[in-house]
């Protein structure tokens, strides 16, 4: 069976294109006041940003926080005050639409949201494959960092009281992206290094995995130029190529799959609370046995742009924990099976894990 894997409807894509908003939620609105839910990062409270943000009268801004990674139950807690807002409501019980804009983790957190309105119980029971039962409500997603790919994938990643894994269905798929790469260029330099290499990450792990197949090399190979590009070469116009890279490294995993980076990546953020595109850098730096030429590459363009990695946060941590990094790394088969093919579990066995995250 091949997959029939379903992709963002709409793109706009150019610098300043974020002014667009207002004219294309308009066309969502079914009455000029229906309502529409915005979910802003809150580094932007105070920014210019906040002032272009086309808000109506009915509509909700909701600033979010990121300092964690998106939760199940932070998730449940913003569905349930965005129902309550609108059932008080009489014209409405549910909003037009959610928009979220920010990193992975804010795009995310508008994606589960979206999800959440209109399927019962907690975001946790969706963990999971395919579980969503109902559509979405239309749902937004706009850039501020680039490299998770979050903006294309069908997947919203969710830490919940057990695991760490997303809700993965075709519902989950941003009906809209807007890519403007102006708003990624007053991102912190360590961060917007950590969330790129989480794109040069998907691509080194998309092309040397088992699952590939043309059209995940056709996107992971121009992703992986441009963030050679973007990372090696220094070129001026980098935003927009960053943009690019993550939009087409996001479209090579959506046909393979990540490999053993973000296995040992999973495990680590679930433990220690890591972000993920520091917690792949982390992980990657050690994987030299499994992509030897990326791993030296990664090594230069660390160099290049004076980032120093923290040591030693496994080394000494109690067994229960790395026996929990373990398990979350081990819970993510198909990742182990792209990486190292249907007989993994012969050469990745759970000592071995442990081995690997004991150097970190
Ligand atoms: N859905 C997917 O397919 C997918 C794929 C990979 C990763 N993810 C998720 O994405 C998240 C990581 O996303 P990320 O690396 O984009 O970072 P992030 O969204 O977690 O943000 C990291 C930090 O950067 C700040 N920030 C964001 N934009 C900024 C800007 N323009 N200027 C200044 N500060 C800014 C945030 O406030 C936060 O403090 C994780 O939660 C991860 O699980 C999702
Ligand atoms: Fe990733």
């Known amino acids: 069976m091949f997959r029939n894997f379903k992709t963002v409807s709409r793109v706009v894509f150019g610098r300043g294109c974020f002014d667009q908003l207002g004219d294309i939620l308009a066309q969502k609105r079914k009455r000029p006041d229906s309502p529409m839910v915005f979910l802003v990062d809150d580094v932007f409270q105070e920014s210019r940003l906040a002032g272009r943000i086309p808000v109506q009268v009915r509509d909700l801004l909701i600033w979010v926080n990121v300092d964690v990674e998106p939760k199940t139950f932070y998730v449940d807690e913003l569905t349930r005050m965005i129902r309550e807002n609108y059932t008080a409501d009489r014209m409405d019980h549910l909003p037009e639409g959610v928009i979220g804009i920010g990193g992975g983790s804010t795009m995310d957190l508008a994606k589960a949201v979206s999800l959440m309105l209109t399927n019962p119980g907690s975001s946790a029971d969706y963990q999971g494959w395919d579980l969503i039962r109902n559509p979405a409500v239309y749902h937004v997603g706009i850039p501020t960092l680039s490299g998770t790919g979050a903006e294309v994938s069908r997947t919203t990643v969710l830490t919940g009281p057990e695991k760490k894994l997303g ?10 992206i807007v890519l403007d790469p102006e708003l990624i260029t007053g991102a912190p330099a360590n961060q917007r290094f950590y969330t790129g290499m989480d794109c040069y990450i998907h691509c080194v792990e998309s092309l040397s995995g088992t699952y590939l197949n043309t059209f ?7 992703a992986m130029d441009l963030c050679r590009e973007v990372f090696l070469d220094l070129v001026p116009d980098s935003d927009d190529k960053l943009m690019m890279a993550s939009y087409c490294g996001g479209m090579s995993i959506a046909y393979s799959q990540v490999g053993i980076c973000h296995a040992l990546s999973y495990g680590l953020s679930f433990v220690l609370g890591l972000h993920h595109g520091i917690g792949n850098c982390i992980a990657f730096d050690y994987l030299e046995e499994f992509y030897p030429e990326a791993v030296y590459e990664f090594r230069r363009m660390m160099e290049n742009h004076n980032i120093e990695l923290p040591r030693n946060l496994v080394t000494g941590i109690e067994n229960d924990k ?16 792209n990486a190292l093919g249907s007989a993994w579990k012969a050469v990745m066995t759970r000592d071995r894990i442990k081995e690997l995250f004991r150097q970190m």
């Open 167 to 176: 809700i993965n269905s075709d519902y989950t798929v941003f009906d809209q």
């Open 216 to 222: 995940s090399q056709a996107y992971g190979e121009k």
């Open 322 to 337: 790395l026996e929990k990094m373990a398990d979350v790394a081990l819970m993510l088969e198909p990742l182990w099976e």
